[in-house]
Each structure stands twice: as structure tokens, then as C-alpha cells.
């Protein structure tokens, strides 16, 4: 299946909830069955050289299961430490790039994250609580994926580095590229 008709099935599997809402950013109320991922609004200013689009989303357009995102990420440009209380799956659409996992939720710090190669056509999770990044490690070629949340609206905690305790990881929600449309929904869950 071409990365073309991925994106395209994975935006109309998830975009039913409404046909007759009007797409723009803040569509709480849902979103057209079938959109042009070209004519979306794309949010490039929050983290340098990262480029995010909500396909589908919680806040955004009101999902109450899963979030599709396009990300388009730099050459040497990743995503910071993190992590989060839901899953998160990868389809990996071009360009290269390495995934660091720290799978040590059950210690104290996220500790030394195993290395794992990402490419073209690759696919990767993330399990809950898993402190990770995503680092574009190739100097010519953007790297570009689709996610696949579950859980959302996600609530994300950023580490400064792989020691720092999981107690002192700072907080953000609503996401960056969410804050426009925060105020348009109901507070969600906290189940961090």
C-alpha cells in the first residue's frame, strides 16, 4: 500500500464522526468524511524544524478513542524525551531516523533508551508510560510519519535528559499544537 493511500485510508477510517461539519481547525463537532491532507492547516512553530498536522484528533475535532497525526520532522531534529499514558503506534511514510526507548517506567529515571533503526515503511509502538524520542538521525532527507494515539486527549511529560527523575518531568497539556482549541472542550480525564 503506498504512503499516499495510507494517509488516505487512515483519514477516512477515522474521520466519521460527522459529514457535515466544516473541517476548520477547531471542528469539535466533527470533521468531513474525506479531506485533502494538502489543505490542512500544518503547526511548524512549536517545536524547530518539526512540522504537525492533526488528521484527526480529540481536541481538535472532538475523537473520543484515537488521534491520527502527520509529523514531517528535519534533518537532525527529533521530538524531546517524553512520555505519555497512552500507546502510540508509527508508520514510518519516508526518510530514516532512530527511535530511543527507555522501557524502565518501573525505576526511578528513564535511565540509558535503547537504540532502534526506523526507515521507510517501518512501523513501531510505544507501550504506556515508556519514556522514548523520535530523532531524525539522517542529514539529507526529511523523516515523515503517521501516529496513531489511543487514549486521547494526550497529556505528555518532557524529560530535560535520561536521568532526570520522573518526578521532576514537567507537565504539558493541552498539547502545543491543541492550545488554539483547548478551550472549546470539556476538561479531560486525568489518568496520569
Known sequence: MG???????????FSAASAAADGSLCATD???????????TQDSSTILGLSHITVAGAVAHGFKEVEIWLETVAPGVGTPIH???????????????TLY????SHLKYPGTPQEFPIFANSTFHIPVNDVHRVWNTNEHEDL???VVIS????????Y??????HSAAKLKFP?????????QTPPAKDEL
Open 101 to 104: 526507548l527507555a522501557s524502565n
Open 3 to 13: 504512503c499516499e493511500m495510507l494517509i488516505l485510508f487512515a483519514a477516512l477510517l
Open 175 to 183: 498539547l502545543f499544537w491543541d492550545e488554539k482549541c483547548y478551550h
Open 160 to 165: 530535560d535528559d535520561w536521568s532526570m527523575p
Open 151 to 158: 487514549r486521547p486527549p494526550m497529556k505528555v511529560f518532557i
Open 30 to 40: 466533527g470533521i468531513p468524511i474525506v479531506r485533502n491532507i494538502s489543505e490542512i
Open 83 to 97: 512520555r505519555h499514558s497512552c500507546e502510540e503506534v508509527f508508520v514510518v511514510l519516508k526518510g530514516s531516523g
Open 144 to 146: 515523515q510519519f503517521l
